[in-house]
């Protein structure tokens, strides 16, 4: 309850609005984009914050140092070593179909530099684990950020690429220029 309220007084003092409302989704795979700042992911945080969302997120095994680990596993940090990627998206299918709750927030750039693709493990997720995606943003032209619309994806990439092309395409990056196209690898 304290760090809801300190979030929203950094949302109000900063003058950032907050658009949208959580949705009441036992489990989900919450999206993330643009991301093109390290601000992104202090934005994202204030704003999970803000509206009490309980989702887990993924952090680079390297940030969990002490005492900077500990505040990260708080938040609901789940460390991840990058070298073995290949084993994350099933462990992540894996936990969200054993749990009664767990939602899980990624960034499908899966970086701040421009990339030419968006990584898949979001949207694997979110088809084998037979959960929605719900699709959150920043906005740093309107100096908003939120959570939009719930998309359950059909399984077929072509077309919930161009949903989603469609729903983040107003939204400006911090960093325009590193902002890559919503496509998946060839």
């Keep these: 309850m304290i760090l809801e309220k300190l979030a929203k007084a950094i949302v109000g003092i ?15 795979v919450y999206i993330a984009a643009p991301h ?7 934005w994202f945080l204030v704003g ?20 900077l680990g500990n505040l990260l596993r708080w938040f609901g940090a789940i460390p991840i070593d990058r070298s073995h990627g290949a084993e994350i ?19 499908p750039e899966g970086t701040r530099k421009w990339m030419p693709y968006w990584k898949t493990g979001f949207y694997r997720i979110a088809v084998e684990a037979d959960v929605p995606i719900v699709l ?7 100096k908003k950020m939120g959570v939009g619309e719930i998309y359950k994806p059909s399984g077929d990439p072509d077309k919930d690429l161009d949903y989603l092309r469609n729903f983040y395409a107003p939204f400006t990056a911090c ?12």
Excluded: M
Aim: charged share 20%; glycine share 6%.
């Design 36 to 42: 093109t700042s390290n601000w992104d992911g202090f």
């Design 175 to 186: 960093h325009p220029e590193n902002r890559g196209p919503i496509a998946f690898p060839p």
């Design 136 to 142: 959150a943003f920043i906005d740093y032209k309107n």
């Design 48 to 67: 999970k914050a803000a509206l009490g969302l309980e989702a887990h997120f993924l952090a680079k095994h390297t940030l969990f140092w002490w005492p």
């Design 14 to 28: 900063s003058g950032w609005k907050i658009v949208g409302e959580l949705p009441s989704l036992d489990k989900a």
């Design 89 to 107: 998206v099933p462990q992540l299918i894996e936990t969200i179909n054993k749990s009664d709750r767990f939602c899980l927030a990624l960034a």
